[in-house]
């Protein structure tokens, strides 16, 4: 509920509120509705609340120090995703192209490296905690097949990323077939199943 | 009465008083004998029999029967739409289909086009050269031959300009002559159709694939025509905004299929109302056609297939997936621009713009189709298998873009595509919160099929209702108090609740009418609240001490 009054402050454009917000609560999940809250504020070119929501996602979910975790990788592709279509539905001005960029901008060959650095069992374990909800992985299993986790994992995330698609993926890791599929739900806060949107 | 038997009251017609209705309203276009506008089944109509209305079937002017094979596998099709046949009209077929009569023509003027192309290109190489030679001359003791070279180069150069067009010229014949004897073979496949949807206001058409009679065999060899992305674009292409990512690259979109050139082309013709523009090369067509005079008004609805990453034809079930989109025609200053606008994802048929060389079988017409530089969602749906004409399902893309029709139909002025997103006739039907400043829900929380009626006034203040809660609500959470923000929460709840109150078209008007209601009540609720908390501002003393 919070996040919802969140993404009406943002969509009003009522920065003090938007920031009080984000002080008073640090489990919002700033990547819900396809980071709608980052999307109101690109699309309104409100640099204040785009910076405060950058900053309250660095401090929570980019935490210096864990840069080689499968949930910082996952993190910050789930940012530059949100942040990349924001970018190709709004105009965006020059001040505004700056502060993004850093976020945006990954080389290919950048990306690839951060990918191939995972170890096997953080990616078992990162997709499996962040979508435990909506897969149906037992876990017992996982040795047999942890070995094209990663490049599996690589791969998918490379194939999300240069997707078109316009909202965000997610990802359902199998174990048990050793396959990872695209998840269309995703957990909300309270852990239960959202539906991602479909074009018709 | 109740709902349910409301509902399955209006599901049933008289389908032999709805034909004798049709016989005396049908009307035919003098320019084409496609367009039909019928009344539909009378609402006062009672049938014993249990038959859904359904849209009226045409094979030209002839009514079809509802227990006609074709009709049947029709219905079996237009029963899955989400727009209802109050608004949904008639189909008709034509028995001489412009997309299989103009392959001919199409097939002369592209081969005319291609050997003028080839003629001029050998005919620019000797000129340069006698160009050259004839400055060289001239200048003979004055400029030294060698201060030619670079000259010379850059304007032979020039002449890689026409190896694009060439190309594409080349890749559309070999394309036209497959599709050729795609119709050739199967000479009694109805390929298109054209709907007639009408609401109070407007009326719209709708050039649709008519992939429902299609087998196995003729869906194989229908997608098999054509390369995706087999050459690079050429055309008049012209999109809005300033700033384009590498996938909007022209020459990674797909090209266009000869049965959606055909459409589209058809569609255009139906769009423009001056005899300036020509569809086909002049010069090598006796029986060029003029785009000719416009019957429906400047917006007009065509289908094209959807495409894969690679370009392809996707495959839904065992038929070709079509895509439903908005044309708009406007006149701006001296240019002629076809506005592209579509319902779902505007990325679909962006490719459009770089296809008009195959289009147009020309590219230096004063005419321009643009679509969206930014990727735009005005529609979607959280859940595939949630879409239909129920009050609790999620609308399609062909329900969309006609409502959008609608809406753009009366619209006056010029639009400019990068401000398209902001029109009110987008903004009133959009279920994606980011393209409107007012939407306080999201698609899972309220469907709110009202907010996308045919009846333009409901949709206008459904939107407007829509937008005085959201201000409503905006005032209530700037008011002070220590239980505004939860006394808002419960505001916010039953204004959601209320938008997604399964609603028939037939209730939409008192629908209206309670939302008007619940917004006076809000204000009663907001008075409690706002003297609760002046009260509690002083401790609850009221100040007497």
């Given at each position: 509920m919070k996040y919802k009054l969140l993404s009406d402050y943002c969509r009003w454009d009522k920065y003090k509120k938007a920031i009080k917000l984000l002080k008073e609560h640090?489990?919002?999940?700033?990547?819900m509705e396809n980071g709608i809250c980052f999307r109101f504020a690109i699309k309104h070119n409100n640099i204040e609340i785009l910076n405060a929501l950058l900053d309250y996602y660095t401090k929570n979910?980019?935490?210096?120090?864990?840069?080689?975790s499968m949930a910082y990788k996952v993190a910050s592709y789930e940012l530059r995703s949100i942040l990349q279509n924001a970018v190709n539905a709004f105009e965006v001005s020059t001040e505004m192209q700056k502060m993004l960029d850093p976020y945006i901008a990954t080389t290919d060959d950048e990306h690839e490296q951060d990918l191939s650095e995972f170890d096997d069992n953080d990616a078992i374990t990162a997709l499996d905690t962040d979508h435990s909800s909506t897969n149906n992985s037992?876990?017992?299993?996982?040795d047999s097949h942890s070995a094209n986790n990663t490049k599996l994992t690589a791969d998918l995330l490379y194939q999300l990323d240069h997707s078109s698609a316009a909202s965000t993926n997610y990802i359902h890791f199998s174990p048990l077939s050793g396959t990872i599929t695209e998840d269309t739900s995703k957990p909300d806060l309270l852990g239960n199943s959202v539906f991602e949107e479909h074009d018709l | 009465m109740s709902r349910k038997k409301e509902r399955a009251e209006e599901k049933m017609a008289l389908p032999s008083l709805a034909a004798s209705s049709f016989a005396n309203t049908a009307t035919s276009s003098a320019s084409n004998a496609h367009v039909y506008t019928s009344a539909a089944a009378s609402s006062s109509s009672v049938s014993l029999s249990p038959i859904k209305v359904r849209p009226q079937l045409f094979i030209n002017t002839t009514l079809l029967n509802d227990k006609d094979e074709r009709a049947q596998r029709t219905f079996d099709e237009t029963d899955?739409?989400?727009?209802t046949p109050t608004t949904f009209k008639s189909r008709s077929f034509a028995k001489n289909e412009p997309v299989r009569e103009e392959v001919q023509d199409r097939l002369k003027a592209a081969a005319s086009k291609l050997q003028e192309l080839k003629t001029r290109e050998k005919a620019y190489t000797s000129s340069v050269q006698d160009l050259i030679n004839s400055l060289k001359k001239a200048s003979e003791g004055v400029i030294?031959?060698?201060?030619?070279t670079k000259p010379g180069k850059d304007l032979s150069d020039?002449?890689?300009?026409f190896a694009p067009k060439i190309a594409v010229l080349t890749s559309y014949l070999q394309d036209l002559e497959k599709y050729q004897s795609f119709v050739e073979r199967n000479k009694?496949?109805?390929?298109s159709y054209q709907d007639v949807y009408q609401n109070n206001t407007s009326t719209v058409t709708r050039f649709g694939i008519?992939?429902?009679?299609?087998n196995d065999e003729q869906v194989h060899q229908l997608i098999s025509i054509y390369n995706p992305i087999a050459e690079k674009k050429e055309g008049s292409v012209k999109s809005g905004g300033s700033k384009k990512s590498a996938k909007e690259d022209p020459d990674t979109l797909p090209t266009l299929h000869p049965l959606e050139v055909l459409f589209i082309s058809n569609a255009i013709s139906k769009l423009?109302?001056?005899?300036?523009?020509?569809?086909?090369d002049a010069s090598s067509s006796?029986?060029?056609?003029?785009?000719s005079t416009a019957t429906t008004g400047k917006v007009v609805l065509v289908d094209i297939f959807a495409r894969d990453d690679k370009g392809a034809i996707k495959i839904e079930g065992s038929k070709p997936e079509t895509h439903t989109i908005v044309l708009y025609a406007q006149q701006n200053k001296s240019a002629l621009q076809i506005l592209v606008i579509d319902p779902s994802n505007s990325d679909y048929s962006k490719h459009l713009a770089t296809n008009t060389l195959r289009v147009?079988?020309?590219?230096?017409?004063?005419i321009e189709i643009i679509v969206p530089s930014k990727q735009h969602k005005i529609y979607a749906s959280?859940?595939?298998?949630?879409?239909?004409?129920?009050?609790d399902q999620y609308r399609d893309c062909i329900d969309i873009a006609v409502k959008i029709a609608f809406g753009l139909d009366k619209f006056k002025g010029v639009i400019s595509i990068n401000d398209i997103m902001s029109l009110e006739p987008i903004i009133e039907v959009t279920n994606q919160k980011d393209l409107?400043?007012?939407?306080?829900?999201?698609s899972v929380e309220a469907i709110a099929r009202i907010r996308q009626a045919s009846d333009d006034n409901i949709r206008a203040k459904a939107n407007k209702l829509l937008g005085a809660l959201d201000k409503q609500m905006q005032s209530i959470l700037d008011?002070?108090?220590?239980d505004t923000e939860s006394f808002s929460e419960e505001i916010m709840a039953k204004n959601k609740a209320k938008f997604n109150e399964p609603l028939l078209p037939s209730e939409y008007e008192n629908a209206v009418h309670g939302l008007h209601s619940h917004f006076i009540f809000n204000n009663v609720l907001f008075s409690v609240h706002m003297s609760k908390v002046a009260v509690d501002l002083l401790g609850g003393d009221n100040g007497d001490s």
């Open positions: 640090d489990d919002l999940d700033l990547t979910k980019l935490q210096a120090g864990d840069h080689d037992s876990g017992s299993d996982e | 899955k739409y989400s727009i030294v031959i060698g201060e030619f020039l002449v890689q300009k009694d496949l109805t390929l008519n992939t429902a009679n299609m423009t109302s001056r005899g300036e523009v020509n569809a086909r006796s029986s060029s056609t003029t785009i147009f079988g020309r590219d230096d017409l004063n959280p859940d595939k298998d949630k879409v239909g004409s129920n009050p409107s400043d007012s939407l306080f829900f999201d008011y002070p108090g220590e």
